[in-house]
């Protein structure tokens, strides 16, 4: 029987072997795991689908591998494996199903944009002509792969590496269909999605990198290889900067009763039930956002709506030593703060040792990205697309504050909230973010306005 | 038609007129490219035309005209042993090989080609060093170039080809027939001519130092053709050296060492057929920095570059199979890639032939290198004696096998063995291009009667998936 990648992830469609657990003559347990995989952000184990023994591995560390593609065989657990056998008694081997459950594979639109690596891009650099075919992948004899050579041809002009396509046809032949939808598919990715592409209005090629200079005349250099989260971060950034008119509102939040209030609950709550001012934060971002539910939209250009989610689900940014994750917290309008403090210390915990699944990722209305920890007096932070906004924090300083009689010492943290302008007007961002200040300077306005 | 002197320079030089060179010339002239190709012989054509294919197909001919009338007496038409004008078949041979080059020689006029008849080395990534016919030399510039040399026959060590030892160009010449003639190297070269000189009237042997005939090949197939040729062979010397040849006046003794011990034997002459090698020495390919691996074959990548990336290698020179139909395809890519296009060579299947009788065809993968690879497919081998048109031929030799995949269903192999497996055998390459099943097998409407219905049996004799 052949072992393949299961779906991880909607949306994902490879990966990367970062470790092979296993050996060919291992016997494995139903679940236990083959082999880890990076994808959009997440390792994610590959289990065994049932007991059985290894009988080849076809991948090493560090190959790319698809959703679909064969990465083992093994025989069934006692007996020669024929993956057709139809159904006995005793245990038949399956296809592989994707089951494990730390994996659901929701059918959410993915809020995260794929790595534009997967539009195969030829590597033209050691070519001799400007023209030239990615020939790394070229085989010949039965490897190559399951299309017609006109398909293959096409393949080739439209630069479309036809390994990566999976064909629809018996015995998975590809068409001429498979490689125009596989090549519609990658255009979608890149242009943020829509049955329209054009009708976003994005221009082609609105990714493609102007020729670099070579930087030895001026020094030495090194390179290393961009890790799929950096790519994802730069393609996700690079689209949301270009495409979306962002505008950044200031505001400040007097926290110096909300800080107290904090620091006397800390005293005696367990060190994983800490609250954080994050973790407040998401409980006043959402009634904020049940509050002015245009800031929990998206826009869809190609149908002319606005598109409002009737759930918040708000990102949180975490600093890991791998890069920027946004775990995003779920529901978090039908949460208590001691709740979503516990949720997300232990998302954030998980995040840092790269053990979040594609699908904790997936699926924020906003983000909150807090800094404060570290320093700063306020940054403009990026809108995450499709969403519409998102609240940029920096750290609280005690300054003297008026209060009509007298300048007191106050502790006051300074809020950037960034808004698509095209959905959210300049008077809107202002109330939303004061309505969010008035909700940390007296938690009351919560319960009775929110 | 021939362009006096050598040009200055060239957008594409070729170098070699076989059917790698005059068909790259022809596609690249077609794509607008200004060709220059280079080769000694008057017209186009190569060894395949003049000292190859085309002429042992002309002699096999007759050697089936020769065998099916000795054989009509078992269906009831008697002839008389035939008289064999051995200087008409000669020159009946040449007029087919000269009016094929005719031909292609025409055709590189009609498209512009620079022609010249003459020799060329490289002297630089950038020229060409040519000697004309006519003893004229000169340097021809080129932006880029195809190397097309093609390959050679190899003697056995220490043996030059003479009247009574040849190697396959000798025997193609056809002198006259020979009494006796070993044949050394059961391989196909040796076995089709040897075939055509049995049917001449020479007295035939073979010897083969390995186990087998056409070594390689799968052995079901090889065992239909041997029969065969046990009958039409006065032997066949199987894992048996020739461990020395003498050449007297009238005729070679030849000393066979097997594992019984040695023995001597006379024959009238003796054809060399053991391989061939590549023409890669003395091309100045160094010159250019292009790289050739240890059997002298020249490294090629997927568009047929080689190290020096301007200028491509095909047929031949270019790797395993030495086979016209492969050159041809490397020539269409080479010739498009040079035209800027993004042509690669990615064929899922080569065709092979044997123009024996029976002929045996093969492509894609056989069962030899399935077992070797320990992989698991599932064959279907339809014997042709059940098949209606074998049996109106007078034959009942024959063999029709399809190698799939168990869990697809996906036709990785197809061979055959029996008269005209040469002309079934293309639907073989075009299903394995198109990555056909044997379901669509199945569903083909295959004439009848025809010998391509055992295809179609064979793809029904698959069990059900």
């Known amino acids: ?450 | 038609m021939a362009a006096a002197g050598i040009p200055e320079k060239t957008q594409l030089a070729i170098i070699g007129a076989g059917p790698g060179g005059y068909h790259a010339a022809f596609h690249a002239a077609d794509l607008g490219l200004q060709v220059t190709l280079i080769d000694p012989a008057e017209n186009p054509g190569g060894v395949c035309l003049y000292r190859g294919c085309i002429p042992s197909k002309a002699l096999l001919h007759v050697a089936g005209v020769v065998g099916e009338a000795a054989e009509s007496a078992a269906i009831g038409v008697k002839f008389a042993p035939p008289e064999i004008d051995i200087a008409r078949v000669r020159t009946w041979k040449n007029e087919v090989i000269d009016k094929l080059t005719g031909a292609l020689g025409m055709q590189a006029g009609r498209k512009k080609i620079t022609h010249i008849r003459g020799t060329a080395t490289l002297s630089g990534p950038h020229t060409l060093q040519v000697v004309t016919n006519e003893g004229e030399a000169g340097a021809l510039a080129f932006e880029q170039a195809i190397l097309a040399t093609g390959s050679r026959p190899v003697m056995l060590p220490g043996t030059e080809p003479t009247a009574r030892i040849m190697n396959s160009t000798g025997a193609l010449d056809l002198e006259d027939v020979p009494a006796s003639l070993l044949v050394v190297g059961g391989g196909y070269i040796g076995l089709e001519l040897g075939s055509a000189y049995a049917a001449l009237g020479s007295e035939v042997s073979v010897v083969e130092m390995t186990g087998g005939l056409l070594p390689g090949c799968d052995r079901d197939l090889v065992s239909v053709l041997k029969r065969r040729l046990d009958r039409k062979f006065k032997a066949i010397m199987l894992n048996t050296k020739v461990e020395a040849m003498t050449e007297k006046k009238d005729g070679v003794t030849v000393t066979f060492a097997d594992k019984k011990g040695s023995r001597t034997e006379s024959f009238a002459k003796v054809l060399i057929a053991i391989g061939r090698r590549p023409h890669t020495r003395d091309l100045g390919l160094e010159t250019a920095g292009i790289e050739v691996d240890g059997k002298g074959f020249v490294q090629v990548d997927a568009q047929r570059r080689t190290s020096a990336g301007h200028i491509y290698a095909i047929g031949d020179i270019a790797g395993e199979p030495m086979l016209a139909h492969k050159a041809y395809r490397e020539a269409a890519v080479a010739a498009e890639s040079a035209a800027a296009g993004k042509a690669v060579y990615d064929p899922r299947a080569i065709p092979a032939v044997v123009f024996t009788d029976p002929e045996i065809a093969w492509c894609g993968l056989t069962e030899t290198e399935a077992r070797a690879a320990g992989r698991k497919v599932t064959t279907a081998k339809l014997p042709w004696r059940g098949n209606g048109r074998t049996l109106t031929l007078g034959r009942d030799d024959g063999l029709t096998k399809l190698i799939t995949d168990p869990e697809t269903g996906v036709l990785l192999g197809v061979a055959l063995v029996g008269p005209g497996a040469g002309e079934l055998i293309a639907e073989g390459v075009l299903a394995l291009e198109m990555a056909a099943t044997v379901e669509d097998l199945r569903h083909t409407i295959h004439p009848h009667p025809t010998l391509s219905e055992t295809v179609f049996d064979a793809a029904w004799a698959l069990p059900p998936r």
């Open chain 1, 1 to 450: 029987m052949d072992i393949r990648v299961p779906e991880v992830s909607d949306g994902v469609t490879k990966g990367t072997v970062i470790a092979v657990a296993v050996a060919a003559g291992d016997q494995v347990e139903a679940d236990q795991t083959l082999l880890e995989m990076e994808t959009d952000k997440a390792v994610v184990a590959i289990p065994a689908p049932s007991a059985c023994t290894i009988t080849e591995v076809r991948v090493a560390e560090g190959d790319e591998v698809a959703i679909g593609q064969v990465i083992m065989t093994a025989a069934a657990a006692g007996q020669e494996a024929k993956a057709s056998t139809p159904g006995g008694e005793t245990a038949p081997a399956k296809t592989p199903e994707p089951a494990p459950e730390e994996l659901p594979a929701e059918p959410e639109s993915p809020d995260e944009p794929e790595s534009p690596a997967e539009t195969a891009a030829p590597a033209a650099a050691a070519a001799p002509q400007a023209d030239a075919v990615d020939l790394r992948t070229n085989r010949t004899g039965e490897l190559v792969a399951p299309a017609a050579p006109s398909v293959r041809r096409l393949a080739r002009d439209l630069g479309v590496d036809i390994y990566q396509v999976q064909g629809t046809g018996p015995a998975g032949r590809i068409s001429e269909d498979d490689v125009r939808g596989f090549v519609r598919e990658a255009m979608q990715r890149i242009t943020g999605g829509g049955p329209r592409p054009a009708a976003t209005g994005e221009f082609p090629g609105l990714h493609a990198q102007r020729p670099l200079p070579d930087f030895t005349r001026w020094g030495p250099v090194h390179t290393e290889p961009l890790p799929s989260i950096r790519r994802i971060t730069a393609d996700a950034m690079g689209y949301a900067w270009s495409t979306i008119p962002m505008v950044t509102q200031q505001d400040q939040a007097d926290i110096t009763d909300l800080e107290a209030f904090r620091k006397d609950s800390n005293r005696t709550a367990a060190p994983e039930a800490k609250l954080t001012m994050t973790a407040i934060l998401l409980k006043v971002c959402a009634a904020a956002l049940q509050a002015f539910p245009r800031f929990n939209s998206s826009l869809d250009l190609a149908h002319q709506e606005l598109i409002f989610k009737d759930h918040v689900h708000i990102g949180v940014a975490v600093d890991t030593p791998n890069g920027l994750l946004v775990p995003v917290v779920r529901d978090a309008d039908r949460k208590g703060i001691e709740l979503l403090a516990g949720e997300l210390n232990e998302l954030a915990g998980r995040a840092r040792q790269r053990k979040l699944t594609p699908a904790e990722m997936e699926g924020g209305t906003f983000t909150i990205s807090n800094l404060g920890g570290i320093g700063g007096t306020s940054f403009n932070p990026i809108v995450y697309a499709p969403q519409v906004a998102i609240l940029g924090v920096s750290r609280a300083r005690n300054q003297p504050v008026w209060d009509g009689e007298s300048f007191g010492p106050r502790l006051v943290m300074p809020l950037t909230l960034t808004y698509d302008h095209r959905v959210i007007d300049g008077a809107d961002g202002a109330r939303f973010l004061r309505w969010i200040c008035a909700a940390l300077e007296q938690p009351l306005n919560l319960v009775m306005k929110g």
